[in-house]
């Protein structure tokens, strides 16, 4: 006879029963017994809170006291391997990956823990310990490690030279300057064209007038013209109103030496210039000063009033004109013609080789597409300005007049750094529309010659403005492409 609760005993376990036997078929889905099903000696045990709140703290704290160790061990372990040199071996390959990240050059990382020995020796042994200026000791750095490069126009700036390059895009702003464009000629930094109205005007000087001292300080003249003219004009440059005495020789008076006292001014000289000109007041002239962002609202404005005026032809003065952003230079083109090729750009890094940059013809900008255009350039003619005067050029657009052009086929990204300093890199070369490429010609040739002389200047006459006044009174045709500017 079986004990009454034996059928309790041999429940199946799990509240499974013959009918949902999970190897049988035709089983149904096994659903666990509630805790009232249970006798008591089966109801399932409950953990102590406390206990299991206690083990999760110290497995999180466990986890983050691991975590912190990790940290600064890797802290640890990527000083020693940026502060150390390993000749070869599976610790020089696992060590590359780790100096890249950090900014240092792998393959030049002695000569990295050089520069940081000598700052560090300097600091320790140097007699004047309240002489050093660490930022521009590593200012100086920087552009020592720039100019290594070996490119004229990949530069490092520092953030006061940066911010005058800023100002310049804007307007070409002259902080405490004189009011003259400078230019070399036969190794002789000159005034090469006078802002009238300004403080070398009202002082006497002429265009022409080479300046040979400054403040007593003689000029001299590396043979780079780019940084020639920047580190005299520097000399030349000051605070407002404070005086600074030249040391002048006029070429156009026998070669006579004189000093003259200079006060300096804020000279500042809009994107845009214009005014009518010519014996019937009929041709607008186009003076664009700079490439920035506020040239082309300034364009439509400006020209648009010489519009009303009913003019037949313009002048476009790019004489001075040092470049500036590339893509204002494709919107100024897109005001003469109508779409096409403005440049071709090579960048053999990406794999972009001569690759077509259009004419950017802007919805609301002006059309001047059928009206006669001269072009006026010098040696101060350069980058976005000759992208513009190259494409007008090789299109058959407008004829160039004056000086061969400065002949930077480069352009370069400024990049703003963390001490408000910036870099500029060349990452591309650009050819002209007729595939031209500046580096080789040197420059842009115009197609009607005319070089400005100290007689003509000191006598007040433009002679490649009235040039080109004559071109577009006798309705002169296009001439050629000179060779040396022509496609190769």
Not at 346 to 370: A, H, R, S, T
Not at 380 to 402: F, P
């Amino acid at each position: 006879m079986q004990d009454s609760n034996s059928d309790i005993i041999k429940q199946p376990e799990h509240g499974l029963s013959p009918t949902n036997n999970p190897l049988d078929v035709n089983s149904t889905i096994p659903v666990l017994p509630s805790e009232s099903s249970l006798s008591p000696a089966e109801v399932l045990p409950v953990r102590p809170k406390r206990r299991t709140i206690r083990n999760r703290l110290s497995y999180i704290l466990g986890n983050m006291v691991l975590f912190v160790a990790a940290f600064f061990l890797g802290i640890i372990f990527t000083i020693y391997m940026t502060t150390h040199a390993f000749d070869n071996g599976i610790i020089k390959e696992i060590q590359k990956p780790i100096l890249n990240a950090s900014g240092i050059p792998a393959d030049a990382q002695l000569q990295w823990l050089d520069l940081q020995a000598a700052f560090s020796n300097i600091d320790r042994f140097f007699y004047g310990r309240d002489k050093i200026d660490h930022k521009k000791m590593v200012w100086t750095a920087a552009e020592a490690a720039v100019h290594a490069v070996g490119d004229p126009f990949t530069l490092f700036r520092q953030p006061e030279q940066a911010q005058n390059d800023r100002q310049s895009l804007e307007a070409r702003r002259l902080g405490g300057g004189l009011g003259f464009y400078p230019a070399i000629r036969d190794k002789r930094y000159l005034i090469n064209r006078l802002i009238p109205g300004n403080s070398a005007d009202k002082a006497g000087l002429q265009e022409g007038d080479v300046i040979l001292k400054v403040d007593g300080q003689p000029v001299v003249l590396t043979g780079d013209d780019t940084k020639d003219i920047e580190n005299t004009s520097k000399m030349v440059r000051g605070e407002i109103d404070s005086a600074v005495n030249l040391t002048i020789e006029r070429p156009s008076e026998n070669n006579r030496v004189f000093d003259v006292s200079v006060t300096r001014a804020d000279i500042v000289v809009p994107p845009i210039i214009t005014r009518l000109v010519g014996d019937n007041k009929d041709v607008g002239y186009i003076n664009v000063t700079t490439f920035g962002p506020e040239t082309m609202r300034l364009f439509d404005e400006k020209v648009g009033e010489l519009e009303k005026s009913k003019v037949t032809s313009y002048v476009l003065d790019l004489r001075g004109n040092g470049g500036g952003l590339v893509d204002v230079s494709q919107k100024l083109l897109g005001r003469f013609l109508d779409g096409g090729v403005a440049y071709y750009r090579n960048v053999p890094y990406q794999n972009m080789l001569i690759q077509p940059e259009n004419v950017i013809n802007e919805k609301e900008g002006l059309k001047l597409y059928d009206k006669p255009l001269v072009v006026l350039i010098d040696g101060g003619t350069a980058s976005a300005s000759e992208i513009t005067a190259g494409a007008l050029q090789d299109r058959n657009r407008a004829a160039l007049i004056g000086e061969k052009s400065f002949g930077k086929g480069m352009a370069q990204y400024v990049l703003d750094l963390p001490s408000k300093a910036t870099v500029r890199i060349t990452f591309e070369q650009w050819l002209t529309p007729n595939k031209t490429s500046l580096s080789e010609t040197k420059g842009i040739q115009p197609n009607i010659a005319i070089e400005s002389n100290g007689e003509d200047i000191n006598a007040g006459r433009d002679t490649q403005l009235e040039r080109a006044l004559q071109f577009l009174k006798n309705k002169e045709a296009l001439p050629p492409v000179p060779a040396s500017s022509g496609q190769k």
